[in-house]
């Protein structure tokens, strides 16, 4: 059974800091992986998309990075702001395309 | 473009009381949607695979007479919380994959926040 997790379960950092999320998953039988950010009471906005070829995909200031072999994903947010303060969630999609998520990292950056 | 809509954004209803919940697609057809369900401090987890037309595929451990789904169009699937329970109380995630385009795309939409008291 996949099972995915996420480390750290929260982090916080100052304005400005460069900072890595980190993403495991135990069947590196993988579709594809993606990062999500959740806002707090809200749904989900799709952040990056790495296919399982694929190692890895960057959107401005994100770039996520895929390791399947060793079941690991990271997430790496540059010069972060508060507007970043968010829960960012990592999941893996298997052949039928249901989504596994992990439990997220709460994220918040302090002015 | 591919948006999902979600009604209501958040309910509150008595125990032993009946819930429905809609998702809809509002400007792509999806032949399948999925239904999560997120308790606080926890990741989604999938309750449900609906396909337009047919039944719906339950993950284990989720009772299939206590959520409904039903996916009559291809716009529209709706979960229905039947004889909530406390322990109920959840966020409640749909996502709606285009019947044209790649398998992998789902869209999600925001959430509905249901309270049972």
């Known amino acids: 059974k996949q099972e995915v997790t996420q480390i750290p379960a929260a982090l916080s950092v100052p304005e400005g800091e460069n900072l890595v999320l980190n993403c495991s998953f135990t069947?590196?039988?993988?579709?594809?992986l993606q990062w999500f950010r959740q806002d707090p009471g809200k749904g989900l906005t799709s952040l990056l998309l790495?296919?399982?070829?694929?190692r890895e995909q960057t959107s401005g200031r994100l770039n996520a990075s895929l390791d399947k072999s060793s079941g690991r994903s990271t997430l790496y947010i540059a010069a972060s702001q508060p507007g970043d303060s968010a829960t960012y969630l990592c999941?893996?999609?298997?052949?039928?395309?249901?989504?596994?998520f992990g439990k997220g990292t709460k994220l918040s950056v302090k002015p | 473009g591919a948006v999902v809509s979600q009604h209501p954004s958040w309910v509150i209803c008595k125990s032993g009381t009946s819930v429905k919940i809609e998702c809809r697609s509002l400007?792509?057809?999806?032949?399948?949607m999925f239904w999560y369900r997120q308790f606080p401090k926890q990741s989604l987890m999938l309750m449900a695979t609906?396909?337009?037309?047919?039944?719906?595929?339950?993950e284990q451990g989720v009772e299939k007479d206590k959520f409904l789904i039903n996916h009559a169009s291809l716009t529209l699937s709706t979960l229905t919380v039947t004889s909530a329970h406390p322990e109920d109380s959840s966020f409640y995630i749909c996502?709606?994959?285009?019947?044209?385009?790649?398998?992998?795309?789902?869209?999600f939409g925001p959430g509905t926040r249901l309270t049972v008291t």
């Open positions: 996502s709606a994959r285009p019947s044209t385009g790649s398998s992998y795309e789902q869209y």
């Open positions: 069947d590196s039988a993988i579709y594809n």
């Open positions: 790495i296919q399982s070829s694929q």
């Open positions: 999941a893996v999609q298997g052949s039928q395309g249901n989504l596994i």
């Open positions: 400007d792509f057809q999806a032949t399948t």
């Open positions: 609906s396909n337009e037309g047919s039944k719906a595929t339950y």
